[in-house]
C-alpha cells in the first residue's frame, strides 16, 4: 500500500480519510468521523452554524411558545367569562423559562406554561442535533 502524507499536517500514514467538504485526504487525527470532514471544515462548519442558524431558531422557538401561551390564556379566559387579571407570562432564556402567573387561574396557567416548557425543552434538544 502507498503511503501518502496527510495533506494538513503532512504526517505520512497508510490510512488516509478523504475530506468530504474539501475532497483533501488527511490522517486519522486530522479527520472527524461523525461529520465526514477533515478538522479544517469541522471547525470552519461549526462556527458557520453556531453563528448563523441556532440563535435564529431559538428565538423563533421562544417567540412561537410565548404566543402560543398568551393565546391560551387569552382562550381561556374568555372560556370561563373572566376578564380579570389572570395572566401568565413565560419568558425564555435560553433554554431556561421563567414563569409567571398572576390571577384566580394563575395555577391553570402556569400548568400549562410548564407543559409549553416541557414542549420547548424537547424541541431546543432536537434543534441541538
Ligand atoms: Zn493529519
Ligand atoms: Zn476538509
Do not use: W
Not at 499536517?9 to 480519510?17: N, R
Amino acid at each position: 500500500m502507498e503511503v501518502k502524507g496527510c495533506q494538513l499536517c503532512g504526517t505520512l500514514a497508510h490510512a488516509t480519510y478523504a475530506c468530504t467538504h474539501c475532497k483533501r485526504e488527511v490522517c486519522q487525527a486530522c479527520f472527524k468521523p461523525e461529520m465526514g470532514v477533515c478538522s479544517e471544515c469541522y471547525r470552519r462548519l461549526k462556527n458557520e452554524t453556531s453563528l448563523s442558524t441556532f440563535p435564529l431558531k431559538l428565538f423563533l422557538l421562544g417567540f412561537v411558545l410565548i404566543i402560543s401561551g398568551m393565546i391560551f390564556l387569552i382562550a381561556s379566559s374568555a372560556l370561563y367569562g373572566d376578564a380579570q387579571t389572570t395572566a401568565g407570562i413565560i419568558i425564555f432564556i435560553g433554554p431556561i423559562p421563567i414563569i409567571l402567573g398572576t390571577g384566580p387561574y394563575s395555577v391553570f396557567a402556569i400548568l400549562l406554561a410548564t407543559i409549553l416548557t416541557v414542549i420547548g425543552i424537547v424541541f431546543f434538544l432536537l434543534l441541538r442535533k
